[in-house]
């Protein structure tokens, strides 16, 4: 069983930044595809960024394109999404995700893509 748990959420100043980490463990994390996603209250879940098992391809939801950076780590079985320059609506619960099928088989911007989830870290923006 994949397990994934999320960290480095907090609450930011707009403008501030935060990386968060998601940590793997029961599975071969580098053969995983890897994907996170956020959710604001009253609102669904939606896709923030994705990576490819060597991190050679990534894939950003236009809100966040040129701004956050998905990268991974894969002797340490641990994704990050690095977030500067944060805004009020950047604001949500953040959610790691796996995938044991390639980045290029899969729509990795749709959460069905995913068999594991995490519990999710809070973001919160203020300003």
């Known amino acids: 069983q994949v397990r994934l748990v999320e960290s480095g959420g907090g609450l930011v100043q707009a403008g501030g930044s935060l990386r968060l980490s998601c940590a793997a463990s029961?599975?071969?994390?580098?053969?995983?595809?890897m994907g996170w996603f956020r959710q604001a209250p009253g609102k669904d879940r939606e896709f923030v960024a994705s990576?490819?098992?060597?991190?050679?391809?990534?894939r950003y939801a236009d809100s966040v394109k040129g701004r956050f950076t998905i990268s991974r780590d894969n002797a340490k079985n641990t994704q990050y999404l690095q977030m500067p320059s944060l805004k009020p609506e950047d604001a949500a619960v953040y959610h790691c995700?796996?995938?044991?099928?390639?980045?290029?088989?899969?729509?990795?911007?749709?959460?069905?893509?995913?068999?594991?989830w995490g519990q999710g870290t809070q973001v919160t923006v203020s300003s």
């Open positions: 995700a796996s995938s044991r099928r390639p980045f290029s088989t899969i729509d990795t911007a749709r959460e069905t893509s995913y068999e594991y």
């Open positions: 029961g599975g071969t994390f580098s053969r995983f595809t």
């Open positions: 990576i490819s098992w060597s991190g050679d391809r990534t």
